[in-house]
């Protein structure tokens, strides 16, 4: 079976500093990762996606970017953090059943406040 | 372009009442996907149901029933006798024919009172 895996778990950095968030896939090959970000009011709204290793979409310019080094791999970065960078960051994955996708399934999320 | 709608903001009903979350969807696709996600206070998301464009076949999952109505574009979703686990927010998404994009509702905050 899949599992996806994000880490740290929570985390609380001050602004101006780094950040690297992890987020991995077992169980299938080739998916399709996504970074969403969900702030206080709830909405998701969708960071970046990657179709395959090196590829990467971005769908908000912003502070942030991400990078897939291996296949089931997909890192979130930040060079600078700023305060608006705080909330929920949910890794997601999904993969070709056919010819379609199927649903996206999410990881536990990465709770990141920025002082 | 893509958006889903989801009016209601806050539901709050007595256990055992049943409670219907409104979705209404735009798009320009004839083939397109509907979802349901369940967020429980964790945080994670937990994927409850994918309908195709095509199908407009109610389903029932137990407690839980879907009603997709192309007619009106909406993609409604109720819990039948609702129990205080039920309480979470609860997201409508939409995705185009290639998956690689999804456009998520603002969500519906549902609180089952005991």
């Known amino acids: 079976s899949q599992t996806i895996h994000q880490w740290p778990a929570t985390l609380v950095q001050p602004v101006g500093s780094p950040l690297s968030l992890e987020c991995t896939v077992e169980?299938?090959?080739?998916?399709?990762l996504y970074w969403y970000r969900q702030a206080a009011g709830r909405g998701l709204q969708l960071l970046f996606y990657?179709?395959?290793?090196?590829?990467i979409s971005s769908e908000v310019p912003q502070n942030l970017s991400a990078s897939r080094p291996q296949d089931r791999q997909f890192i979130l970065s930040s060079k600078k953090l700023l305060l608006s960078d705080s909330g929920f960051y949910l890794c997601?994955?999904?993969?070709?059943?056919?010819?379609?996708?199927?649903?996206?399934?999410f990881g536990p999320g990465t709770r990141l406040t920025v002082l | 372009a893509q958006k889903v709608t989801q009016a209601q903001t806050e539901i709050s009903v007595v256990e055992k009442e049943d409670v219907t979350l409104d979705c209404v969807y735009e798009?320009?696709?004839?083939?397109?996907?509907l979802f349901w996600y369940k967020q429980p206070p964790s945080g994670e998301l937990v994927f409850l149901i994918r309908?195709?464009?095509?199908?407009?076949q109610n389903e029932i999952s137990g407690r839980y029933s879907w009603n997709f109505q192309k007619s009106t574009s909406s993609f409604n979703f109720t819990i039948t006798a609702s129990q205080v686990v039920d309480s979470a927010v609860y997201f409508c998404?939409?995705?185009?024919?290639?998956?690689?994009?999804?456009?998520f509702g603002t969500g519906t905050s549902l609180t089952v009172i005991p």
């Open positions: 990657s179709v395959g290793i090196g590829q």
């Open positions: 798009t320009r696709d004839t083939t397109y996907y």
């Open positions: 169980g299938t090959s080739n998916p399709n």
């Open positions: 997601a994955w999904s993969s070709l059943r056919g010819a379609e996708y199927n649903e996206q399934f």
């Open positions: 998404a939409l995705s185009e024919y290639t998956g690689n994009q999804f456009y």
């Open positions: 309908r195709n464009s095509f199908d407009e």
